[in-house]
């Protein structure tokens, strides 16, 4: 063990372990985790190749192999559980991305939730038994969030009652499934409905694509890979075109809208019902936001404790970078921040589960402001997370920039999240949409629910340009509850101010839609503050249910360093809607450095709660014994270069040069 990682964790005031079990949610949890993890890392099967060194083929070859013993490891353990399932494939995949991803979420979510239930009881076993291996196919060349816009259509033939799917344009070609370019048989494809002569809208439909058995390509299918990317270089991403594929009637997913054998369309209770796999796939997000935040922050703090560099005190050792002020202010933020993502992303996944079996009862109230928080959240957290693994690679130094690291890995594995399954200035514009229609409810006189309750103020205390009238300037910046009052506040202010704005331009005449486009840059920043608002309420909602004392004294340290800097970050809005007075500006500043100091001992075990083995890290730098330089050399040496003491090139292009001069 490094003695720097082991002073370290020796000062540390709380006992790591008792935060992993907050996080976990028990310490039941965390102890089934862990013996869900050992069974990967203690099998004899399990070999981490490093991926670093091998081509793009190669790499896909040991995905697959990865899954495929992957899926037979459970189904010999009996590992069915949702939760362990994540588990075991989180460990499992450890370095590398998965092929079958979608067929394991978006896929199966899809026969699950939009099946009716003769359909389930075909496909799922299908799927479940990897007969069937599917993808979701909506994304197209020329169109990709704004689904309106998809082109592939699916006309129902009634003399056989089949759907004949096209492509009828370029840009109708589906492009980027994951899954879809070597690996899956089946594809869940969203098309334009067409039956007796009318469009009925986007509906999905399954797909054969290649034969089961020799998994040739059907007929009337070109299928393939799109080549390569930034990262995901095991996922075999895909185009997809069709050229009049007949499917069966009964191939259209029919749990909320039918057409029936004559052609005759069943239209949904409500159009929002096939947000569902939407909305699980943007909640997941969330959740990754914040398991690839705290990876990244992990190797950083972990390596900071290690690293020693220049001086503070001429003539001094070399102090561990960690003590530098700069160095605490790039990292603790973000572990603060990452933080904060698991409480939300745990949140998030409840209230899935929570609406959705309000759903099944026939509730659909929630699923408006569900879709909303779960695609505005998506977009926020997305977007700090992303800038955060990068902050916390170049906070490595040139190490970090070595694949060693393990964060170029996590960057170009989760920065794509900015744009998949919605691109998130349109997530944060549908988020905005919802937050518009609250407002105008509520003017009307009626009284919101949930998240958006804050707006039920706004009618009796007519927000003009300045504050609301009443407001509370905040006079305690150490008061969390008084914070969250105050970030609640700024989201009213700049959701009556955009919304307003909408309603000026409206009213002059303009259509809605240029109305929209001319106050978009208002609205995103409306619904940023709403999500900033949100995740700030649930970490500190999470601190009073915390009992143990040391652990709610450095997590109640965390969570004012998360608000205080979001508002140092943004102290326009605070200053201009009056919630800080510009000499508390000071006063912020100079506690999130009191703050600094209260986290720098406690930063090693605050990492360390978050329980991740060194074979998930995939980090030279961020492993948990800290021995990170003689561990580095030996990563080097596995290079294919260094396999021959002098390359080949040199005979046939270096030593010809060097023969002429």
């Known amino acids: 063990m490094n003695p720097d990682l082991s002073r370290e964790r020796a000062t540390a005031s709380f006992n790591p372990e008792t935060i992993t079990h907050i996080l976990d949610g028990s310490p039941e949890r965390t102890r089934r985790r862990r013996e ?17 060194f091998l081509s793009r083929s190669e790499r896909y070859e040991v995905a697959i192999k990865k899954s495929a013993m992957m899926v037979q490891k459970m189904r010999e353990h009996g590992i069915s559980d949702p939760e362990e399932i994540y588990w075991f494939k989180r460990e499992y995949r450890a370095s590398l991305t998965d092929p079958m991803s979608l067929h394991f979420s978006m896929f199966s979510n899809m026969l699950t939730t939009q099946c009716n239930e003769s359909q389930r009881k075909t496909w799922l076993p299908l799927a479940s038994r990897l007969q069937v291996i599917g993808t979701y196919a909506q994304t197209e060349l020329g169109h990709g969030t704004h689904l309106r816009g998809l082109e592939t ?93 007949r499917i069966p009637r009964e191939n259209m997913l029919m749990k909320y809208a039918q057409v029936e054998p004559d052609g005759t369309y069943v239209k949904p209770l409500s159009d929002k019902l096939t947000y569902g796999t939407m909305v699980f796939i943007r909640s997941m997000i969330v959740g990754e936001a914040a398991h690839s935040l705290s990876r990244a922050c992990t190797i950083a703090v972990r390596y900071s404790a290690v690293r020693h560099q220049s001086e503070i005190r001429p003539g001094e050792p070399e102090p561990q970078i960690l003590e530098f002020q700069t160095q605490q202010y790039k990292l603790f933020p973000l572990l603060a921040t990452a933080y904060a993502f698991q409480f939300v992303g745990s949140y998030m996944n409840q209230t899935y589960h929570r609406i959705t079996g309000d759903i099944h009862q026939g509730n659909l109230s929630e699923l408006p402001e569900l879709h909303a928080l779960s695609a505005g959240l998506k977009a926020f957290t997305t977007w700090v997370a992303s800038s955060g693994i990068e902050e916390c690679r170049m906070a490595c130094g040139g190490h970090g920039y070595s694949c060693s690291s ?29 937050l518009f229609k609250s407002y105008t409810a509520v003017m009307s006189g009626e009284r919101l629910e949930g998240m958006v309750s804050y707006l039920n103020d706004v009618a009796l205390q007519r927000v003009q340009a300045r504050p609301l009238a009443g407001r509370s300037v905040v006079t305690d910046i150490n008061d969390l509850g008084s914070l969250v009052e105050a970030y609640k506040q700024r989201a009213a202010w700049l959701v009556v101010a955009a919304s307003r704005n909408v309603q000026a331009d409206l009213k002059r005449g303009k259509r809605k839609e240029d109305a929209w486009n001319k106050n978009s840059i208002d609205l995103v920043r409306a619904s940023d503050a709403h999500c900033h608002y949100v995740v700030v309420r649930l970490f500190v909602d999470k601190l009073s249910e915390l009992l143990d004392m040391a652990a709610h004294r450095i997590l109640s340290s965390l969570c004012l360093l998360y608000a205080l800097h979001g508002i140092s970050r943004n102290t326009g809005d605070f200053l201009q809607a009056g919630l800080l007075a510009t000499s508390q500006l000071e006063q912020v500043d100079q506690r999130i450095k009191d703050l600094l100091g209260v986290i720098r001992p406690n930063a090693v075990a605050l990492v360390d709660a978050f329980d991740y083995t060194d074979t998930h890290l995939g980090s030279v730098l961020g492993r948990f014994d800290g021995n990170v330089y003689e561990n580095m050399f030996e990563w080097a040496k596995k290079s294919p270069l260094n396999k021959t003491q002098v390359h080949e090139s040199f005979y046939k292009y270096l030593k010809p040069l060097q023969s002429k001069l």
């Not at 869900?36 to 670093?52: C, R």
């Not at 999240?417 to 988020?431: K, R, S, W």
Request: hydrophobic share 35%; charged share 20%.
């Open 36 to 52: 869900i993890e050992s069974l990967v890392i203690n099998d004899p099967d399990f070999q981490h190749e490093d991926p670093n």
């Open 153 to 245: 259509t699916a006309t129902y033939d009634p003399s056989t009652q089949e759907f004949i799917l096209n492509s009828p344009t370029v840009s109708s070609i589906k492009w980027w499934p994951g899954g879809l370019g070597k690996t899956s048989n089946h594809a869940v494809v969203l098309a334009q409905l067409y039956t007796q002569g009318e469009c009925k809208g986007l509906h999905a439909f399954i797909v054969p694509i290649r034969r089961m058995g020799t998994h040739e390509p059907l007929p009337g299918v070109i299928v393939g890979d799109i080549g390569p990317k930034f990262g995901f270089d095991e996922t075999d991403n895909g185009f997809l075109k069709l050229d009049k594929v």
């Open 406 to 434: 393990g964060i170029p890995d996590i960057y170009v594995t989760f920065t794509p999240a900015c744009t998949y399954e919605g691109e998130n200035t349109v997530m944060m514009l549908q988020t905005a949409r919802f």
